[in-house]
């Protein structure tokens, strides 16, 4: 009897709680967000202020629950090698998709906003379900991976400015959803700005002059705030021009005066006590926290409290300093339904059923999972059409290599719930009807041996995407990660695929790497040779669909692979113009950016065009003509790029502009339209402080890669 009146006791004060609270106006969803934000403020003590700076705004005593982060840069991160989601609790697996630089080479737009629809619906499932995680996404990587050695590439969609705008915007859209007033998830750009080197990364600066800021390094992060709708960001480690990332002026001036930014930008992990001990820039922490609140800073990742109190009792900062800063935070919690009953949201309701599977274990995820794996997949060498291999003629096989038989997870990788390796997938392709013979390595001259044994050798080689070492330690030099940048570009195991292919020049060579590699022996000898990215759950069935033919590979690369680490400027000079990327490098590579072949032809016809000029704020429609000549059914992507003929400043040899991957039956024409947007041929004049178009001609060239430029037309630029 005393249980069933305390419990009822603890009813009515619980719905007494409830009823008060819902009084406030904050609570009403249909009141002005600002005017909500400003009733939320009113209520709150300096206290509770001072703690919403961290990355969960939660307001207990007025019933305001937040929601934090999780990391999510090619699946939700609740588990793997960084333990995200608590280092003592189990992991919980979450649909993998193969690393951003994968992503990035499947050239799929819309394909990139499903695979990130995905992970916000298992982010919204794993918190509503299981309490796991939270609803703010760090991703995605929208920096620029301007140069191979950087240890973060495999984060990067690529080197160029305009491509991973476009794939950031999808990334974002797909993370967000498209409810006109709730979001799925929030997503959280990173790392505003320019940074990719990780040797030195607390404390170099990244200088350029303002063109490269405005035309290169900030436009995908522009991209994913103007076009996107993201409305979160991580200000980067390093300095930019010498001022630290995180109290930069451009926080504040570009991105929310000039782009519309008014959510969370929020500090690196560590960040706040870099500004002192490696920066060095700021006499004690108080004055760092002032400086950093005052930049636009509302979420700090690191010990921030003493050092926003200390400014407070000092008079660096004022409470309407964090009052102003804190909207930003409450304005991305309204847009996630966080201070709404849960009936007028609609992503409140995913994982609510009892009866829900877990999305993970659905066919429709491993189904994304598997296409954009096999998407992301580009065929660098096929010569004489050795692939696809034909299994009816094949019966013995050797798979040799350190990677043939593991999915190596990478830093920021979740726990998928299954992996297939290139050996099982193969194994599966084959049935009982091939002899797989598998070597990892050459110790006692296996591989040698059952590589003559063979009809058909596959192997498979790459980097270790975490070292298989220590934080900030990679024993072998090509390879890189968080911290630690590459002191080589050459493939350490092509030693390996040498003696594979003198015991049997019928070899294939499947790289699975999160970068580039110097491979010009393997280009030179080896008939042919497929390019991957690790981390995917589906790798070894995506694989042998590409290897065998039941999938026709038509990714490209999104990077230069150089020849040789000496064609590359200093890691730290970021002027591009001195030689580096396709736009302004003087070397010829081994792959060029957008090369990737396909087991079918496709013939480039004919172009038209909308109109013969352009002026500012117009687009102009491009029609391609194309046939596949070829006799099997597969993607091509179709790559516009322009040449500026007459600029009075320094232009790129050519910029991508517009892009499309399609499908072709074989033997079919289509007409492919693209896009091309005025205000993509701007350059940044600094004495006017603005975008503008010059009078120029500009030429439109259009083709399968950077350096296969098919069709070109000339349009006048007014």
Same mark, same amino acid.
């Given at each position: 009897?005393?249980?069933?009146?305390?419990?009822?006791?603890?009813?009515?004060?619980?719905?007494?709680?409830?009823?008060?609270?819902?009084?406030?106006?904050?609570?009403?969803?249909?009141?002005?967000?600002?005017?909500?934000?400003?009733?939320?403020?009113?209520?709150?003590?300096?206290?509770?202020?001072?703690?919403?700076?961290?990355?969960?705004?939660?307001?207990?005593?007025?019933?305001?629950?937040?929601?934090?982060?999780?990391?999510?840069?090619?699946?939700?991160?609740?588990?793997?090698?960084?333990?995200?989601?608590?280092?003592?609790?189990?992991?919980?697996?979450?649909?993998?998709?193969?690393?951003?630089?994968?992503?990035?080479?499947?050239?799929?737009?819309?394909?990139?906003?499903?695979?990130?629809?995905?992970?916000?619906?298992?982010?919204?499932?794993?918190?509503?379900?299981?309490?796991?995680?939270?609803?703010?996404?760090?991703?995605?990587?929208?920096?620029?991976?301007?140069?191979?050695?950087?240890?973060?590439?495999?984060?990067?969609?690529?080197?160029?400015?305009?491509?991973?705008?476009?794939?950031?915007?999808?990334?974002?859209?797909?993370?967000?959803?498209?409810?006109?007033?709730?979001?799925?998830?929030?997503?959280?750009?990173?790392?505003? $700005?320019?940074? *990719? =080197? %990780?040797?030195?990364?607390?404390?170099?600066?990244? +200088?350029? !002059?303002?063109?490269?800021?405005?035309?290169?390094?900030?436009?995908?992060?522009?991209?994913?705030?103007?076009?996107?709708?993201?409305?979160?960001?991580?200000?980067?480690?390093?300095?930019?021009?010498?001022?630290?990332?995180?109290?930069?002026?451009?926080?504040?001036?570009?991105?929310?005066?000039?782009?519309?930014?008014?959510?969370?930008?929020?500090?690196?992990?560590?960040?706040?006590?870099?500004?002192?001990?490696?920066?060095?820039?700021?006499?004690?922490?108080?004055?760092?926290?002032?400086?950093?609140?005052?930049?636009?800073?509302?979420?700090?990742?690191?010990?921030?409290?003493?050092?926003?109190?200390?400014?407070?009792?000092?008079?660096?900062?004022?409470?309407?300093?964090?009052?102003?800063?804190?909207?930003?935070?409450?304005?991305?919690?309204?847009?996630?339904?966080? $201070?709404?009953? *849960? =009936? %007028?949201?609609?992503?409140?309701?995913?994982?609510? +059923?009892? !009866?829900?599977?877990?999305?993970?274990?659905?066919?429709?995820?491993?189904?994304?999972?598997?296409?954009?794996?096999?998407?992301?997949?580009?065929?660098?060498?096929?010569?004489?059409?050795?692939?696809?291999?034909?299994?009816?003629?094949?019966?013995?096989?050797?798979?040799?290599?350190?990677?043939?038989?593991?999915?190596?997870?990478?830093?920021?990788?979740?726990?998928?719930?299954?992996?297939?390796?290139?050996?099982?997938?193969?194994?599966?392709?084959?049935?009982?009807?091939?002899?797989?013979?598998?070597?990892?390595?050459?110790?006692?001259?296996?591989?040698?041996?059952?590589?003559?044994?063979?009809?058909?050798?596959?192997?498979?080689?790459?980097?270790?995407?975490?070292?298989?070492?220590?934080?900030?330690?990679?024993?072998?030099?090509?390879?890189?990660?968080?911290?630690?940048?590459?002191? *080589?570009?050459?493939?350490?195991?092509?030693?390996?695929?040498?003696?594979?292919?003198?015991?049997?020049?019928?070899?294939?060579?499947?790289?699975?790497?999160?970068?580039?590699?110097?491979?010009?022996?393997?280009?030179?000898?080896?008939?042919?040779?497929?390019?991957?990215?690790?981390?995917?759950?589906?790798?070894?069935?995506?694989?042998?669909?590409?290897?065998?033919?039941?999938?026709?590979?038509?990714?490209?690369?999104?990077?230069?692979?150089?020849?040789?680490?000496?064609?590359?400027?200093?890691?730290?000079?970021?002027?591009?113009?001195?030689?580096?990327?396709?736009?302004?490098?003087?070397?010829?590579?081994?792959?060029?950016?957008?090369?990737?072949?396909?087991?079918?032809?496709?013939?480039?016809?004919?172009?038209?065009?909308?109109?013969?000029?352009?002026?500012?704020?117009?687009?102009?429609?491009?029609?391609?003509?194309?046939?596949?000549?070829?006799?099997?059914?597969?993607?091509?992507?179709?790559?516009?790029?322009?040449?500026?003929?007459?600029?009075?400043?320094?232009?790129?040899?050519?910029?991508?502009?517009?892009?499309?991957?399609?499908?072709?039956?074989?033997?079919?024409?289509?007409?492919?339209?693209?896009?091309?947007?005025?205000?993509?041929?701007?350059?940044?004049?600094?004495?006017?402080?603005?975008?503008?178009?010059?009078?120029?001609?500009?030429?439109?060239?259009?083709?399968?890669?950077?350096?296969?430029?098919?069709?070109?037309?000339?349009?006048?630029?007014?």
């Amino acid at each position: 009897m005393k249980n069933s009146i305390l419990y009822i006791f603890f009813l009515l004060s619980a719905n007494l709680m409830l009823s008060q609270q819902k009084q406030y106006p904050f609570r009403n969803p249909n009141l002005d967000t600002e005017k909500r934000i400003d009733n939320l403020l009113s209520l709150m003590t300096l206290d509770e202020k001072v703690q919403a700076l961290s990355t969960n705004p939660s307001v207990k005593r007025l019933g305001l629950i937040g929601t934090g982060h999780v990391e999510g840069l090619h699946g939700l991160a609740l588990g793997g090698p960084g333990e995200w989601g608590g280092k003592n609790k189990k992991p919980l697996p979450t649909t993998t998709f193969p690393q951003a630089y994968g992503l990035g080479e499947t050239w799929d737009v819309e394909l990139l906003q499903k695979v990130a629809n995905v992970e916000g619906y298992e982010t919204r499932f794993a918190l509503q379900k299981y309490n796991r995680g939270g609803l703010v996404v760090r991703a995605p990587n929208a920096d620029i991976a301007r140069d191979p050695r950087w240890g973060r590439t495999e984060e990067s969609y690529g080197e160029d400015a305009f491509f991973n705008g476009t794939m950031t915007v999808a990334f974002v859209k797909g993370l967000q959803g498209n409810n006109p007033k709730y979001w799925q998830t929030a997503s959280l750009m990173k790392h505003f $700005l320019a940074n *990719s =080197n %990780e040797d030195g990364r607390t404390y170099t600066s990244s +200088d350029f !002059d303002e063109r490269l800021w405005r035309e290169y390094y900030a436009l995908p992060f522009q991209m994913g705030v103007v076009q996107g709708g993201s409305r979160a960001y991580m200000a980067a480690y390093n300095k930019v021009n010498g001022i630290p990332a995180m109290v930069h002026p451009m926080l504040k001036n570009i991105t929310q005066k000039e782009w519309g930014q008014n959510g969370i930008i929020c500090t690196d992990g560590g960040a706040f006590k870099l500004l002192l001990s490696d920066h060095k820039y700021y006499a004690d922490k108080y004055l760092g926290a002032a400086a950093a609140v005052k930049a636009g800073i509302n979420q700090f990742l690191d010990e921030f409290v003493d050092g926003v109190y200390g400014a407070l009792s000092n008079g660096y900062l004022k409470e309407k300093d964090l009052d102003e800063v804190l909207r930003g935070n409450y304005r991305v919690m309204i847009k996630l339904g966080m $201070l709404d009953a *849960s =009936n %007028e949201n609609p992503y409140s309701k995913i994982g609510k +059923d009892k !009866d829900t599977i877990d999305p993970w274990k659905t066919e429709a995820h491993k189904k994304i999972a598997l296409e954009a794996t096999q998407k992301s997949i580009v065929l660098l060498k096929n010569e004489n059409g050795f692939l696809p291999l034909q299994k009816e003629k094949i019966k013995t096989l050797a798979v040799i290599g350190p990677r043939a038989d593991e999915v190596l997870l990478d830093w920021y990788s979740g726990t998928p719930p299954y992996v297939i390796t290139p050996l099982e997938g193969i194994k599966k392709k084959l049935g009982s009807n091939v002899e797989v013979l598998v070597a990892k390595n050459n110790i006692d001259g296996k591989a040698a041996t059952i590589a003559k044994k063979a009809d058909v050798v596959i192997v498979v080689v790459g980097n270790h995407p975490v070292c298989n070492a220590g934080w900030a330690n990679c024993p072998v030099p090509s390879e890189g990660k968080e911290a630690v940048d590459r002191q *080589s570009l050459t493939l350490e195991q092509e030693d390996l695929i040498k003696v594979v292919y003198q015991a049997n020049p019928k070899t294939v060579v499947a790289l699975i790497s999160s970068f580039p590699y110097a491979i010009n022996w393997t280009q030179e000898n080896v008939p042919a040779i497929v390019h991957m990215a690790q981390n995917s759950q589906e790798t070894g069935t995506a694989l042998a669909d590409v290897l065998f033919g039941d999938y026709n590979p038509a990714g490209r690369l999104t990077q230069t692979w150089v020849k040789d680490i000496a064609d590359l400027p200093e890691l730290l000079d970021y002027n591009i113009r001195n030689g580096r990327t396709y736009m302004y490098s003087k070397k010829k590579p081994l792959y060029a950016f957008g090369h990737g072949l396909s087991y079918t032809t496709f013939k480039y016809n004919s172009v038209e065009l909308s109109s013969e000029t352009i002026s500012k704020n117009e687009e102009l429609k491009v029609t391609v003509s194309i046939t596949n000549t070829g006799n099997k059914d597969g993607d091509e992507v179709i790559q516009l790029y322009v040449k500026q003929l007459e600029s009075k400043v320094e232009r790129p040899e050519k910029e991508l502009k517009a892009f499309k991957r399609v499908f072709f039956k074989a033997g079919e024409t289509k007409n492919v339209d693209l896009v091309l947007k005025a205000k993509d041929l701007e350059y940044w004049n600094t004495a006017k402080q603005t975008f503008e178009l010059e009078k120029n001609t500009i030429e439109i060239q259009l083709g399968s890669a950077s350096d296969n430029i098919l069709l070109k037309k000339k349009i006048a630029a007014k």
